[in-house]
């Protein structure tokens, strides 16, 4: 073996580890950035799951809603069970209320919570028989109350509607 054979040698061993280091380097790199890519998509397909949104909130009411033509046997049965719903749901609300008021119970927020998610229950099925749209209804809603506080509440001006220009403006929603 001559020197510049050994030389030579040597050089072309370190050019092979450099190649190497380097393929490593870059391997390591696609598998984090591949791996990463992988967490992000089942951080986002679990964020999904995890989002209530109201659409799928109405499509899951609807999945629990007993349809019942009878006793009444006319379309608005359903509609009515909705809105006498609502009504109780309210007062299961207004009990919460009574209990931390007159018997000096602590307020019961998990069921205050509970009796809120039965009237929104009974609303997304209302509005779901009715071909609403919860979206527009509360757009509805706010743009009726820009009309009649364009600034922020005030007496004079709840005692002072316009109710012409309000009508109006629902109107111009429907
Ligand atoms: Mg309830």
Same mark, same amino acid.
């Given at each position: ?33 591949? !791996? ?54 309210? !007062? ?65 001006? !709840? ?16």
């Amino acid at each position: 073996m001559t020197k510049e054979f050994l030389k030579q040698r040597i050089a072309d061993q370190k050019a092979y580890i450099y190649g190497l280091n380097s393929m490593y380097h870059t391997v390591r790199t696609e598998v984090r950035t591949s !791996a990463n890519h992988q967490l992000i998509y089942f951080e986002n397909q679990l964020k999904q799951l995890n989002t209530m949104n109201y659409k799928k909130y109405q499509e899951e009411a609807a999945r629990t809603f007993a349809n019942r033509k009878e006793p009444l046997d006319t379309d608005i049965t359903d509609e009515l069970h909705c809105v006498i719903g609502m009504s109780t749901e309210v !007062a299961e609300l207004m009990d919460a209320f009574k209990k931390r008021i007159y018997y000096l119970k602590p307020f019961d927020e998990t069921n205050s919570k509970e009796e809120l998610g039965d009237l929104m229950w009974y609303i997304a099925n209302y509005c779901r028989l009715k071909g609403y749209d919860l979206e527009d209804i509360m757009e509805m809603n706010i743009n009726k109350l820009r009309i009649r506080y364009p600034e922020k509440f005030s007496l004079e001006q !709840a005692e002072n509607r316009d109710l012409e220009a309000e009508r109006k403006s629902l109107e111009s929603n429907n």
